[in-house]
């Protein structure tokens, strides 16, 4: 997705300027040509050497340098990104661009570019909230800039407050998004994601090996792709995906509860979460202390969420995952047709490199006509596109069956 684009990279002075460097760092690595311009202040703060290292590419500073406007020029820059990036992002620098002020070779670039132009703000938590600032971040994103914004806590300047800049990581993310076409656009895709855990005692709980990261990688995903995405998340170790409705449970109960609540407003569902089947049939209240040389647990059905769904899917795009050790085809057309599914992504969880914990994922895409897509070894984030592909294939095949 960032391989061969053209980001060009405005670093600004603040003290955030040095965790532009991470920056750069995951945008070569998501495989992006990265051209850092940086102001004079931001010199101030770090040294154009450690950008150049990172980036692999000289570091623009001049507005006016022969050898550059012969080599590169401070246009052809603006012409040649596929995105402009902006992080950290003063409020002067925000105010001039808001204001159609060019006196930097930034400045410059960002006036003369027509690629999207991602900004991060990063400064006092005083200044975040001046509202000659806010009006000038609401002219800019009227005129189709996009923001990445900064996050609540201490600030190198002694407050606490908003106006600390963005994990690296989640402006990547949205670099991505901002490249990223919205086929998905108008869509609210209802996701659940990882283990529920049972409880037997305050202290002991039933549960299975999910890690959520399938789900999760969905939902990002979809975000991307210009979805409204709520995710409902069984407890895991991952962060809530930037953007997306993140609602968190623990039983089955619980999801049972939230999914089904939030499934109403939904147009399609992806239920990648891993649902205890049972659960114990008395929760005791203090923790039980062992008795004997074994133990015989009574449990109780969950309900199938999924299955329940398939009943009242009306126009919803539903899609189940089914966990086979044996028997994967068979067992998951079974799944498919009862509980009423569009498409089903069946793994077989013995394979290395497939199902729980890891990265990656091996499976096959079930469709209601009866065909069976063979996806090879991948990593999540791929096969979260794939699924999403086969999603908006169903819904034109259904959308085109209704205007017939
Ligand atoms: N599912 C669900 N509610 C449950 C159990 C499963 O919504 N109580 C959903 C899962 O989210 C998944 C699909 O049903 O999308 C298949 O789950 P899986 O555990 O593979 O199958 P089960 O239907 O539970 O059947 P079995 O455990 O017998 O294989």
């Known amino acids: 997705m960032m391989t061969g684009k053209v980001i060009v990279l405005g670093v600004t002075g603040g003290i955030a ?46 507005l006016f340098n022969c050898i550059e406007e012969q080599e590169i020029g401070h246009i052809s820059l603006a ?11 003063t409020a ?10 060019a006196d930097d070779l930034l400045t410059t670039t960002v006036m003369a570019t027509k690629a999207p132009v991602l900004i991060a703000p990063a400064m006092n938590a005083n200044m975040y909230m001046n509202p000659l600032y806010r009006s000038n971040e609401e002219r800019l994103r ?44 108008g869509e609210k895709l ?3 994601a990882g283990p529920t855990r049972e409880e037997l005692d305050p202290v002991r709980y039933l549960s299975n090996h999910s890690s959520g990261k399938m789900g999760y990688a969905i939902a990002r995903a979809a975000r991307r792709r210009g979805a409204e995405v709520v995710l409902v998340s069984g407890p895991v170790c991952l962060e809530p995906p930037y953007g997306v409705k993140t609602i968190k449970v623990v039983s089955a109960a619980e999801m049972t509860e939230v999914a089904l609540r939030e499934f109403a407003a939904a147009t399609m569902v992806v239920k990648a979460a891993a649902v205890a089947d049972y659960r114990p049939e008395i929760r005791a209240e203090a ?30 795009i539903l899609v189940g995952f089914a966990a086979e050790t044996a028997a994967l085809v068979q067992n998951a057309l079974k799944k498919l047709r009862e509980k009423n599914l569009d498409l089903l992504v069946a793994n077989d969880v013995t394979q290395e490199g497939a199902g729980f914990s890891v990265d990656t994922n091996i499976v096959k895409i079930l469709c209601r006509d009866g065909s069976i897509e063979d996806c090879p070894l991948m990593d999540k984030e791929l096969l979260a596109d794939i699924i999403l592909d086969r999603i908006l294939a169903v819904r034109d095949q259904k959308r085109g069956r209704e205007s017939e």
């Open 17 to 62: 300027a040095y965790k532009a460097a991470e920056l750069v760092r995951l945008f070569v690595k998501g495989g992006a040509e990265v051209h850092v311009l940086m102001t004079a202040s931001a010199r101030q703060f770090v040294t154009p050497l450690t950008f150049q290292t990172l980036s692999r590419n000289p570091v623009h500073t001049d």
């Open 79 to 89: 012409d040649r990104a596929d995105l402009v990036v902006i992080a950290p992002a």
């Open 92 to 101: 002067n620098t925000i105010g001039k661009i808001a204001c159609g002020i």
């Open 142 to 185: 009227n005129h189709g800039y996009l923001f990445v914004a900064p996050v609540k806590g201490m600030l190198a300047c002694g407050w606490e407050g908003e106006g600390k800049l963005q994990d690296p990581a989640i402006i990547y993310q949205e670099a991505l998004s901002a490249l990223t076409g919205k086929d998905l656009y």
């Open 190 to 192: 209802l996701v659940t």
């Open 287 to 316: 923790k039980m202390k062992k008795k004997g040389a074994s133990l015989t647990l009574a449990l109780t059905q969950n309900p199938d969420i999924l299955a329940e769904m398939g009943k009242i899917k009306e126009e919803r």
